[in-house]
């Protein structure tokens, strides 16, 4: 096993990194708090939402947030390109941001998340 992986790679830190990961992932008090901590940093953006956390309907297990109207970001290819190019832009506004000045990652990486 151990030829067929980079070097470098140290598989236990690699193993170990992802069990953490995924304990945050399915931390739903956490997983707020974050996301009241992602409102925040984005303000009153005009163009970007985010769900309001409901805390007293929330636990370890169970996140209950504002449900939000909107597209899924597939249907985006019905959509004139002008639109479609507006939609990236901001999409791409929202990454930078959080890679590069908010240094604190919230977005999934999973676009089938995001609505229009």
């Not at 945050?24 to 707020?32: G, L």
């Not at 504002?66 to 290819?77: A, H, L, R, S, W």
Request: proline share 4%; glycine share 4%.
């Amino acid at each position: 096993l151990s030829g067929m992986l980079p070097p470098g790679l140290h598989l236990g830190k690699s193993l170990a990194n992802a069990k953490m990961e995924l304990s945050w992932e399915t931390d739903y008090v956490r997983e707020a708090r974050s996301q009241e901590k992602f409102a925040i940093l984005l303000g009153e953006d005009r163009v970007l939402k985010v769900p309001r956390v409901y805390t007293d309907l929330s636990t370890k297990r169970v996140l209950t947030t504002q449900f939000v109207f909107g597209e899924p970001i597939d249907k985006i290819n019905a959509l004139d390109q002008r639109t479609r190019d507006w939609v990236a832009f901001h999409i791409l506004r929202l990454y930078m941001n959080e890679i590069f000045v908010w240094r604190f990652m919230q977005t999934d990486p999973n676009l089938s998340l995001i609505h229009i």
